[in-house]
């Protein structure tokens, strides 16, 4: 675990779009910006779950956040400039993107691999986060720095039997990391993935349904490493595939 000392409010002034920020491991990202000072963009398709955490950053007295309600299965490249337009307008300038979203599908050999669920997986998982970070990347460009986080697995870099198109999609993931990383050398904008490892979330209990979830450790507590690569410490790390645990 990254030992990551984050100080009072060294996220001020900053701006971090979180993608499914209503649960799991994307509502603990949201809320622990939020607590260093962030003004978050919290983005997913469950409004209600999106009002909570709007709720809670409101009630703690962090910067005022802002919901954009959007599934991304069927969200359209217009979808994304248009939010980037609206970011633009309100914020003038985006300092974090974590790409968190993600949809698990049904595991099992590949003889029974399902064209339809891959092709809701590969959308979610790899083209909207594409299409979204494409998008943004102006708005990402007009920040002193800025630093894209897109999210693996375990099985995102070391290929396991029966994870079928998740894990396909995870070294998609990994990919488009490598892509625009080498892109982005050398500029303002950062861009790594993290590995979350096992974590006691609603994914990680549909995959292993019968594990302990209190043998996993929480979502808040792998949040170090989401946090130091949206510090200015992290400013002249790309290209790096970290993990969280
Ligand atoms: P989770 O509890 O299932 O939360 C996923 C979030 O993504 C939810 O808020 C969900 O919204 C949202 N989402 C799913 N499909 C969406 C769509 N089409 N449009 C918009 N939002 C959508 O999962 P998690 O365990 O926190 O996972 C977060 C990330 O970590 C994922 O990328 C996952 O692959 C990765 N990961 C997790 C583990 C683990 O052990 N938990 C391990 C390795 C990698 P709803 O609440 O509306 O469904």
């Given at each position: 675990m990254l030992e990551f000392q984050a100080v009072k409010?060294?996220?001020?002034?900053k701006t971090i779009l979180v993608t499914g920020?209503?649960?799991g491991i994307g509502r603990a990202a949201a809320l622990e910006y939020a607590k260093y000072g962030a003004t978050v963009i919290l983005l997913g398709r469950t409004v209600k779950k999106l009002e909570a955490v709007y709720d809670q950053i409101v009630e703690s007295g962090a910067p005022m956040p802002a919901i954009i309600p959007l599934d991304l299965k069927g969200a359209t490249e217009q979808n994304y400039i248009d939010m980037a337009e609206t970011i633009e307008q309100q914020f003038?300038?985006?300092d974090g993107v974590l790409h968190n979203a993600s949809l698990l599908g049904a595991l099992g050999p590949f003889e029974h691999l399902d064209v339809s669920s891959m092709e809701d997986i590969m959308k979610i998982n790899v083209t909207a986060p594409a299409m979204m970070t494409k998008a943004l990347l102006p708005v990402l460009r007009k920040a002193p720095s800025a630093s894209i986080i897109f999210t693996s697995s375990g099985v995102g870099r070391k290929g396991r039997a029966y994870w079928g198109p998740y894990a396909i999609s995870k070294f998609a993931t990994e990919g488009m990391m490598e892509v625009l990383a080498d892109e982005c050398d050398g500029t303002s904008v950062i861009v790594n993935t993290i590995n979350p490892g096992a974590t006691r979330t609603e994914m990680r209990a549909k995959a292993?349904?019968?594990?302990?979830?209190?043998s996993l450790k929480t979502a808040q507590e792998i949040m170090p490493t989401y946090l130091y690569l949206m510090s200015d410490d992290a400013k002249s790390v790309n290209g790096q595939k970290l993990s969280a645990q």
């Open positions: 409010d060294f996220l001020n002034n920020a209503g649960d003038g300038h985006l292993y349904p019968a594990e302990d979830p209190m």
